[in-house]
């Protein structure tokens, strides 16, 4: 479990823990990806252009000029076709549509991972310190 834990200086091992919870084998592992590289694009500066590996993910043309993550019709249509929804769809069902995704993806996750029993004993509260 030690690998699992978080390191101040490295965050967490993503591939371990995505390995664990066998997320590639999960239904709309790939949307989520999206949303995650979505995510990113607005934690790292809302007024830019949307991520190039987002882009690329969307299909959508690179080396292009895209109006910012909020006013790129481009960026909304492309998300919209990712997720089987007609192109002119807006936010509202684009957002929608992502919440039933995330739904259905935590159940898949939750069905295909097993947890591990607990095991008592004796325990030292500096393995839970930061």
């Not at 590639?24 to 995650?36: D, F, M, T, Y």
């Not at 898949?108 to 591990?116: A, G, M, N, P, W």
Request: charge should be negative; proline fraction near 2%; aromatic fraction near 8%.
């Amino acid at each position: 479990m030690k690998e699992l834990q978080h390191n101040r200086s490295r965050g967490w091992n993503w591939t371990e823990i995505n390995a664990r919870l066998k997320l590639k084998s999960c239904e709309g592992e790939r949307q989520i990806e999206a949303l995650r590289l979505l995510a990113n694009s607005y934690k790292h500066d809302p007024s830019k252009k949307p991520d190039e590996d987002l882009l690329k993910l969307l299909n959508l043309e690179t080396g292009v000029t895209y109006a910012p993550l909020a006013e790129s019709d481009g960026l909304r249509e492309g998300l919209a076709s990712f997720i089987s929804l007609e192109r002119d769809a807006d936010y509202c069902d684009i957002a929608e549509t992502f919440v039933t995704i995330v739904d259905r993806f935590i159940d898949d996750v939750q069905k295909k991972t097993q947890l591990s029993r607990v095991r008592w004993g004796a325990a030292s509260l500096t393995d839970f310190a930061r």
